[in-house]
């Protein structure tokens, strides 16, 4: 079993905005890497001028996040198929038996989500910061969906579970209204250097959300942000807890007993 990297994230194009040059790095690596997203999309943007109307933008951005997911090198993605915009509206019972569902099939050593802020604040994002917290207890307890059990998927223990974050410092220095977090409480610090081009390529491949992403482009010095992604620990099954990593994987073993 080698290392196997899950992310749970809301809409097509957070997996690119956010840890994108992670995933690219880690999938060079060789790392299996899955993606688990919440919804199609189909509320955002339909591109200016418009590529699609409103009611296919979820097939369309469901074929744009295939795009990207296959430059990064995402091995698999999944589409929970959950209203945009309405995760705060949906049971949040009925995201986490998917989010659990996700982590008992594919058995990640590590999970990336959001943190509590969002990055951009979207409701959804916040949502599913939860839904990762508590997915990380409820797929390794047996008591919790034990249909699923039943059906034969096997209660698994994540070791580590990220929130992808920003220092707030970042943010502020391009005056946008972003949810960053304080630079003293990063943990994580992911060196994307090698693979920055990548990711402009993958944000290419959303060209719905095309204003947000020139926007992000043309921002000074985001090749030299987009070299260097970080992270906050927020939960941890290691014994040991150390001072700032530089790997998403330090101190797991890669054989674990089931
Ligand atoms: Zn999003």
């Known amino acids: 079993m080698g290392k196997r990297l899950l992310l749970l994230l809301a809409h097509p194009d957070d997996e690119t905005f956010g840890p994108g040059g992670t995933i690219a790095r880690y999938a060079r690596e060789g790392v299996s890497i899955h993606l688990a997203t919440a919804t199609r999309g189909e509320a955002g943007q339909t591109g200016t001028p418009p590529l699609i109307g409103q009611d296919g933008l979820g097939d369309y951005r469901e074929g744009e996040l295939r795009a990207a997911a296959g430059l990064l090198g995402i091995g698999f993605v999944e589409f929970f198929g959950f209203g945009d915009g309405r995760l705060v509206s949906t049971p949040f019972d009925s995201i986490l038996e998917r989010a659990v569902a996700a982590i008992r099939r594919f058995r990640p050593q590590v999970v990336i989500g959001f943190g509590p802020g969002g990055v ?126 530089t790997d998403l994987f330090f101190g797991i073993e890669e054989e674990q007993p089931i």
């Open 120 to 245: 951009s604040g979207h409701p959804d994002h916040m949502v599913m910061c939860d839904i990762a917290a508590a997915a990380f207890d409820a797929a390794a307890d047996p008591v919790r969906f034990p249909d699923q059990v039943q059906d034969g998927l096997k209660p698994w223990a994540v070791q580590k579970l990220y929130r992808f974050e920003v220092s707030q410092a970042a943010f502020d220095a391009w005056q946008v209204p972003l949810k960053g977090v304080p630079a003293d409480t990063l943990t994580t610090f992911i060196d994307t250097s090698a693979v920055v081009d990548l990711k402009v390529a993958a944000f290419y491949c959303h060209r719905t959300q095309a204003k947000d992403y020139e926007r992000m482009l043309s921002r000074d010095g985001f090749r030299e942000f987009a070299a260097q992604e970080t992270y906050v620990l927020a939960a941890s099954r290691l014994a040991v807890e150390g001072g700032p990593e």
